[in-house]
């Protein structure tokens, strides 16, 4: 199959630049199909000079890098401008095969789907699509002074969902997203969770051990922010709340460590140093730790370190950070939007918190941090929620998706239906 990954790609560390979730999302889902006797190859942009044509993320998963542009200084606001040469690449790679050589395509993000879809006209197959973000979704609410998705984009979501065969949900709210707000068709969408590694995140055997890697004390108040620095996600938020919280609880003062992972992305490009700046206007400079992005037992470490993991994204898809840190058993205050609600069980696994009010924000962080009882409750409720998520199931439903897929595609060829 082909797996269509324009603007970032799988071999990328999540948490800076355009890499994240979806970069997560394609490579372990990638991984599990190949397990699956499934031969997989990703097309993603080469953005080095370096980069070999082709690359082995796993047995029976190739990374192919097309040539579009130049490989370096080009934002994704650029990238529409490189369509065209990208998908002469792809299809160029295609025809170096034998006819019917991908079954299916499988796209992630608009840009992507724009590939995809004449990519499953020329090859005759069924385009899959998971958008990940929609940009009507994310102008509604839009962080102070972030910058509003362009129109092109949202004229090229809307062509992308006309065409897919199939739209792949993170939750019911997106696909009625899809529905009100783009008319895509509800029997043409398909709601699948993301899932989470259960072998890497897991509950800490010796939590106090995780704490003093990275410099926590075993009495300290440990918040932790995990993603990439841009207004989208919103790790101010927790920089303001944490402020709030001192100004309540001054004994705190020498006790609560803020804890912020990741790298500058997006529009948090244009001020990487925001955050650092805002520390120090807040007088909580000596509180906050800023921590380079990381991945698997790394980045386990932190959510086994942190009191409470905080998810403040002014919109998401879902939030597979708070997904992962629930596994390790730490529980998570998140914003109420987007996916959340379904990543996050209120009250169960951890707290949703209507808006963006850094006072709202300390009381539920105050509330699941510093109460050792109501941690430990949530944190037995976070493990059991996340043990209902898993790559396998995400996995297994995509490749039902495709077959179906595949089977509605014959049915409309054997009728004489165009596709």
């Not at 370096?72 to 990238?79: A, H, N, Q, S, V």
Request: glycine share 8%.
């Amino acid at each position: 199959m082909a797996v269509i990954s324009l603007h970032t790609s799988p071999l990328a560390q999540p948490g800076t630049g355009d890499a994240g979730g979806m970069n997560v999302y394609v490579v372990e889902t990638a991984r599990r199909m190949a397990q699956r006797g499934v031969e997989v190859e990703i097309f993603t942009r080469a953005t080095s000079s370096d980069l070999p044509p082709v690359a082995e993320l796993a047995p029976g998963v190739l990374v192919r890098h097309v040539t579009a542009g130049p490989y370096e200084g080009l934002g994704k606001e650029d990238l529409p401008a490189q369509l065209c040469a990208f998908t002469a690449g792809v299809l160029r790679d295609e025809a170096r095969h034998e006819p019917g050589w991908y079954d299916v395509v499988h796209s992630h993000y608009w840009l992507s789907g724009q590939v995809g879809w004449l990519a499953r006209d020329r090859w005759g197959v069924p385009l899959v699509h998971t958008a990940h973000t929609l940009a009507k979704v994310k102008n509604a609410s839009l962080a102070a002074g972030d910058r509003p998705e362009p129109l092109s984009r949202v004229v090229g979501e809307e062509q992308v969902v006309a065409e897919a065969d199939r739209l792949v949900t993170s939750t019911r709210a997106e696909a009625d997203d899809l529905v009100t707000a783009y008319g895509a068709d509800p029997d043409r969408i398909r709601t699948i969770s993301p899932g989470v590694d259960l072998r890497t995140f897991t509950p800490a055997p010796d939590r106090d051990a995780a704490r003093a890697a990275l410099g926590v004390g075993p009495d300290d108040v440990a918040l932790a922010f995990v993603g990439r620095i841009q207004p989208l996600k919103a790790p101010d938020v927790l920089l303001r709340a944490a402020a709030a919280i001192l100004a309540r609880r001054p004994g705190l003062r020498g006790r609560l460590v803020v804890l912020v992972v990741g790298g500058p992305s997006g529009s948090g490009l244009t001020e990487p140093q925001s955050l650092v700046s805002l520390a120090r206007e807040l007088g909580i400079e000596d509180s906050v730790r800023f921590l380079p992005p990381r991945a698997g037992d790394d980045l386990a470490r932190v959510y086994r370190a942190a009191d409470a993991v905080a998810v403040p994204s002014y919109s998401e898809s879902f939030g597979l950070v708070a997904l992962e840190a629930q596994a390790c058993g730490t529980p998570v205050v998140a914003a109420a939007v987007g996916g959340l609600p379904t990543a996050v069980a209120h009250d169960r696994s951890g707290l949703l918190v209507d808006g963006h009010d850094p006072e709202r924000w300390a009381e539920a962080l105050v509330r699941v941090a510093a109460d050792p009882a109501e941690r430990q409750r949530l944190a037995a409720g976070a493990v059991e929620h996340a043990t209902m998520f898993s790559w396998e199931r995400t996995t297994d439903e995509l490749l039902a998706t495709y077959a179906e897929a595949s089977r509605a595609l014959a049915r409309d060829r054997a009728r004489g239906v165009a596709v």
